[in-house]
């Protein structure tokens, strides 16, 4: 996924899938939404059959979330790096009730990723952004279902979430 610059050097422009509180049902839209990413990151609330839905995209990441206490198989929170960008990615739940600002405070990444509340939001605060794509799965709390993709372009991260029809 490279495009050439104007002296023909390859810029690299990464893709990364973002879901969350799929509780069991995948949407067949989201399989257009996260089409081409390379890497999807689940923040819980899996549910079954989900993980093995989506890994027909591509890998997938995923935490457990509160629904989730039966499931050894998903990681209590994912952190890693990509072309310089830091990424967290828990449920949320562990701090409570999350916001935006509990999360930041809490995890020193770039983009912090997070479940539980079902709403979507995208909040940057100078170069960090805290993201909840929220919840792919059934409508519930009177919000549309969503889920959402993570660029990253020249190490600059960017995050754009799509609802989907509910």
Avoid at 107 to 125: D, I, K, N, S
């Amino acid at each position: 996924m490279g495009r050439h610059g104007a002296r023909g050097v390859t810029v690299s422009t990464r893709r990364i899938g973002l879901i969350s509180d799929t509780h069991g049902l995948l949407r067949p839209e989201v399989f257009g939404v996260l089409e081409g990413v390379e890497l999807i990151l689940h923040a819980g609330d899996v549910g079954d059959g989900v993980l093995a839905e989506l890994s027909a995209i591509a890998p997938v990441r995923a935490v457990a979330g509160n629904t989730d206490w039966a499931d050894e198989s998903l990681e209590k929170e994912v952190e890693l790096e990509i072309d310089g960008v830091s990424i967290h990615v828990s449920h949320g739940h562990e701090l409570g009730m999350p916001t935006p600002a509990k999360l930041l405070e809490a995890y020193p990444h770039q983009v912090v990723m997070f479940g539980h509340t079902h709403r979507q939001v995208v909040v940057r605060e100078g170069n960090r952004i805290a993201v909840n794509p929220g919840a792919a799965g059934a409508r519930r709390f009177n919000l549309l279902p969503s889920c959402g993709v993570l660029t990253i372009a020249k190490g600059i991260p960017s995050v754009a979430l799509t609802d989907l029809p509910g």
